[in-house]
């Protein structure tokens, strides 16, 4: 059985095609527009936009990780 204590930390890395929504579904988990979406060619790069946020459910730390799309 799995306990969750107070330095339990959860990491959340999506990954998928290009395209299919990843950065879309990390915004709205932070309902807000802090990763960037496109659509056409893929958007999230390596340098500029592969990035990661966290947020907290009580003592508990999301951490979501948004990645460069599979071609
Ligand atoms: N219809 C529909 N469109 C969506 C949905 N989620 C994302 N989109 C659109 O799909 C396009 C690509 O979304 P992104 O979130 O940038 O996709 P991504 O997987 O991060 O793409 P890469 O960063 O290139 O890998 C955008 O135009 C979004 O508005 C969805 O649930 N439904
Ligand atoms: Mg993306």
Redesign the pocket.
């Known amino acids: 059985m799995l306990y969750l204590t107070e330095s339990t930390t959860c990491n959340i890395l ?1 990954i ?13 988990l932070f309902d807000t527009d802090i ?11 390596w340098k500029d ?1 592969f990035q990661y946020h966290h947020f907290y459910i009580s003592d508990i730390v999301i951490n979501v990780f ?5 071609l």
């Open positions: 999506l998928g095609k290009t395209g299919t929504g990843k950065s879309s579904f990390a915004n709205y990763f960037t979406t496109g659509s056409g060619e893929p958007v999230t790069g936009n948004d990645s460069v799309g599979l």
